[in-house]
């Protein structure tokens, strides 16, 4: 939602400052330098990605409207989960986790944790750590080492759509300038023609730089800096995980475990202690809405 309002501010902001100055809108709208400037990003996007990168970064987009699903209900719902999950373990032994783990969509434990189930990757995180830790020989530390790979190579995979972002982004004003260019091209083949018309074509040649300079300093950087942020929530989340989990393998109770994974919520979005043990022991009216 603040993405939302901060492109309207930008829009405002430049707007307002060009009505301030007497400025004529209509000089503003040149169809022809955006279909140079936009194609041409577009076009080096294709060039230097992968189609399923591209797909990861109008997704990532999406998320300026859904926003980070890890709040503090999330991360709440995400510990009532791990707490049904160790006092299974621990009241009827970590075999009886198997069924589990197996059909997590089956699993009375995660089954009534729908958000969860909707994370993939967050599901076979949790799930093959503990098949691992079921079949025995494993010892917690190298358990701990595979959810730190796994957790390097995700991070690393999120990571590349916001690079190629960035890359679109300062490549932009240079874009803006071969618009300009070809207007200058355009005027100076008008020599000798009336003056308000050459006048115009120079305007038109000068919004091609304004637009690659407003689009990669006003929007596709401050975009590609949000999908950092969401990416850095998600692997937050995922520490949160990841600590718990290796806790109890560890052989810790499971409220001690869960307070493991408690203390590794960022502070912004962390349950209090009082919040975290109403909620595992069924008090769900006691989470504070998203």
Known sequence: ??????????LGAVAGGYTMEHGNFKVLVQPAELVIIGGA?????????????????????????????????????TLKMLNDLFMVARKNGMVKLEEDIENPEKSQVFSKYPKFLANHHAVHFVCDTLRMAISGGVPAFDLDQMMEMDMEVHH????VPVAALNTVGDALPGLGIVAAVLGVVIT??????????????????????????LLCYGFLGPLASFMTKLNDAEGDYFRCLRQGVIAFVKGSAP????????RGIPGEVRPSFKETEAACKGGGAAAPPA
């Open 1 to 10: 939602m603040f993405s939302i309002i901060g492109i309207v501010v930008v």
């Open 41 to 77: 990003a577009l076009g080096t996007l294709l060039i230097a990605n992968p189609l399923p990168v591209v797909i990861q970064i109008f997704k990532g987009l999406l998320g300026i409207i859904k926003g980070s699903p890890y709040n503090k209900a999330g991360y709440l719902e």
């Open 156 to 159: 690393h995979e999120l990571s």
């Open 188 to 213: 100076m083949g008008s020599l000798g023609g009336p003056p308000e018309e050459i006048g115009h074509k120079v305007a038109a040649a000068l919004v091609g730089t304004f637009l690659g300079i």
């Open 255 to 262: 409220a001690l475990a869960i307070e493991f994974a408690r």
